[in-house]
């Protein structure tokens, strides 16, 4: 006869298939859909180009040896891609830049929102939300419009006299810049605002009463207690920055390519799928780097808080 | 003077906020205000004018890609929405089973990965799948927004269940209900508002979609995004300004309803 135990334990195996089918059609739809064919990517790294596009099924190490080396046509021998190394640099370099300009816009701008009533508080955080959730490629061209040599930025300076002939910052890496740091400010101060909403400003009372100086609460008392937040927001902002596509593609036209329009031509007019999944795959390795370091912060500061 | 000391003061930070909301909204409102440009190029403003909205309407290209793009929205939200609540459910309100972590990654997995990544990927299996089956309609399309909406539809709804204690369907349970009994008349209602908000969140993400659309898209399958982004390439007319101002009313509509549905507390 079974036991109490026993229909407990076999009550409990039942719920757990259940659950199991519960979840079965979202996780079978990510898999055919988004995981699964980055698997196919990392296969196809390993090929050769076909002549009009796609693969031809045959091991080849070339396309990662292109990632960062090419191999001169007449000796064979290999040097430094200099194209793809100022394009990975250039794209790190934004992304990177990109982060701090959002962090040294979005921490004041969070804190400002935390430091309000709590009534206002949801309209600020309204007004936060509604970029956020506004198409990423009108936001695009809105900045377009503003930093192009016909635009608002330009006939201001003209008009003042600052400048005798408009200032070239379409199709630079500063609009690039630009555009990216507008874009993704919201994805910067939505976690930052999340941490430090719940600060406790008696801790910062308590520093005042020990006589710290302003600059001195913010460094020791505000922003350690908000990091989780900061780093967050970082990650938030860097990942999409590097693999941006939109951005660079209106704002710096054909040249200054990021790593992402390096990767179209690759299944363009480059007709090298192999290169182009090859270069994918490094973007990810990049972005798995970044989140690793990301879960191992937030594991630390967790068992510090906690 | 002590009186005037304000803890939570601290220099500069409200006019580097004043300048961020200025910023975020500046650029909006110039490419709101050029959409009613009468003139013929966004670089002078020559009055008032509805025709660059009125051009838009009749523009048959404008038309089927916004169609198209709700019909890919709509299709997707739904989709993933009726997933994203299955696998919230599966997922909530349980002692850790094996394999939770992984579903708990697996869901979130297209949040992870750079668009442009996911966007190649598909390019190359659909194509293999389209040489093999010969089909090439917007199933393909419709597919992968459900897939990357999933994450954000099941946001809301594990949020919702989180906060959903078992005592309501423990009673029902009590009282003979079904199980699906207690499903359609307990938990159904009181998550409603999670999945309604999550729903939106989907048709929003899928109707702002460029990158994956743009590498998984046949020819003739334009949405809305992708055909702006040809069209900005291509140079501007304020016809562009008049099509984003009315996206852009769309999106705030959308999250303004989102707004009210995930803060309803009941």
Redo the contacts between chains.
């Keep these: 006869m079974a036991t109490a135990e026993e229909v407990a334990k076999a009550a409990e195996r039942r ?2 298939r ?6 079965a ?3 079978l ?10 698997l ?2 990392l296969v ?1 790294s390993f090929l050769t180009p076909g002549a009009y596009g ?1 693969v031809k099924w045959q091991f080849s190490p070339e396309a990662w040896l292109s990632v960062f080396m090419e191999r001169d046509i007449f000796d064979d021998t290999l040097s430094l891609a200099g194209a793809h190394v100022t394009i990975f640099w250039r794209s790190i370099k934004l992304a990177v830049v990109t982060t701090l300009a959002t962090l040294a ?2 921490f ?2 969070a ?3 935390a ?1 309000r009533s709590e009534k206002t508080r ?1 309209l600020w955080l ?6 956020f ?7 695009t ?6 930093i192009r040599n ?1 635009g ?1 930025i330009n006939t201001i300076l003209l008009k003042l006299g600052i400048v005798s002939a408009p200032v070239q910052i379409l199709y630079t890496d500063t609009a690039i810049l630009i555009g990216m740091a ?1 874009v993704y ?2 994805l910067m ?1 939505l976690p930052v605002y999340a941490s430090m909403e719940k600060l406790d ?1 008696r801790l ?2 308590a520093g ?1 009463d020990l006589y710290a100086t ?1 600059f001195k609460v ?1 460094r020791k008392i505000i922003f350690p207690l908000v990091k989780p937040g900061v780093i967050a927001g970082s990650i938030l902002v860097f ?2 920055a ?2 941006a ?2 951005t660079p ?2 704002l710096g036209g054909g040249k200054n390519m990021m ?2 329009n390096l ?2 031509l690759q ?1 363009g007019q480059g007709r090298n ?1 192999p290169l ?2 090859a270069l ?2 490094t ?2 390795i990049i ?2 780097v970044a ?1 690793l370091a990301y879960v191992r912060n937030a594991g630390k500061s967790g068992v510090r808080h906690g | 003077m002590a009186s005037n000391f304000s803890i939570k003061h601290q220099p500069g930070f409200t006019a580097i906020a004043a300048t961020c909301f200025v910023v975020l909204y500046l650029p909006i409102i110039v490419l709101v205000a050029y959409a009613f440009n009468a003139a013929n190029s966004t670089s002078e403003w020559g009055g008032f004018s509805l025709r660059w909205f009125q051009s838009a309407w009749q523009n048959t290209q404008v038309i089927d890609a916004t169609l198209r793009s709700f019909q890919i929205g709509a299709i997707a939200a739904v989709l993933a929405t009726i997933f994203a609540t299955m696998a919230a459910l599966a997922t909530t309100r349980t002692a850790p089973y094996p394999g939770l972590t992984f579903k708990y990654a697996a869901i979130n997995q297209p949040l992870m990965v750079p668009e442009i990544v996911t966007g190649v990927a598909l390019l190359i299996f659909f194509s293999r799948i389209k040489i093999f089956t010969g089909y090439s309609g917007l199933g393909y399309l419709i597919a992968a927004h459900t897939a990357f909406c999933i994450p954000f539809a099941y946001l809301p709804i594990r949020g919702r269940l989180e906060n959903m204690d078992l005592t309501l369907e423990r009673a029902a349970a009590d009282l003979y209900a079904t199980p699906w009994k207690t499903f359609r008349r307990v938990t159904l209602p009181l998550l409603w508002p999670g999945i309604l908000a999550g729903l939106m969140l989907a048709f929003v993400i899928s109707l702002d979609d460029v990158v994956i659309t743009e590498f998984v898209k046949s020819g003739g399958q334009d949405t809305l995004p992708t055909y702006m982004l040809g069209q900005i390439r291509r140079g501007i007319t304020p016809e562009i300004n008049a099509i984003s101002t009315a996206f852009l009313l769309l999106s705030v509509a959308i999250v303004t309803l989102f707004f009210f549905v995930s803060r309803k507390r009941d």
């Design positions: 719920d757990v259940d659950r199991w089918l519960l979840s059609p979202a996780l739809v990510i898999f055919l859909a988004a995981t699964g064919p980055l196919i990517v196809y796609d816009l979005g004041p701008t804190y400002f929102m430091t949801d309204f007004l936060i939300t509604i970029p959730w506004t198409n990423l490629l009108i936001r061209f809105a900045v377009l419009q503003i016909e608002i507008y400010l919201p101060v400003f910062v009372e005042y302003r913010l990942i999409p590097l693999g596509y939109v593609s209106v790593l992402s990767i179209e299944f799928w182009g999944s994918s795959i973007v990810m972005v798995m989140l």
